[in-house]
């Protein structure tokens, strides 16, 4: 059960992180890496999952 716990709070840590990279390497934005970008990424996409996962 905690091995559950660790991998899902992993995947809620990288994930915004690796939105903005992608987004940095393809579109050349130079988004920085801060709180705010990374909560704001983690919104979008949780929006975006729960939109197109039903």
């Known amino acids: 059960m905690l091995e559950i716990i660790i991998y899902i709070l992993a ?9 903005i990279w992608s987004l940095n390497t393809l579109f050349q934005l130079h988004i920085e890496y801060t709180m705010a970008t990374w ?9 975006v999952v729960v939109k197109f996962g039903e």
């Open 11 to 19: 995947i809620v840590v990288a994930v915004p992180e690796l939105v």
């Open 39 to 47: 909560f704001a990424s983690l919104v979008l996409t949780s929006i």
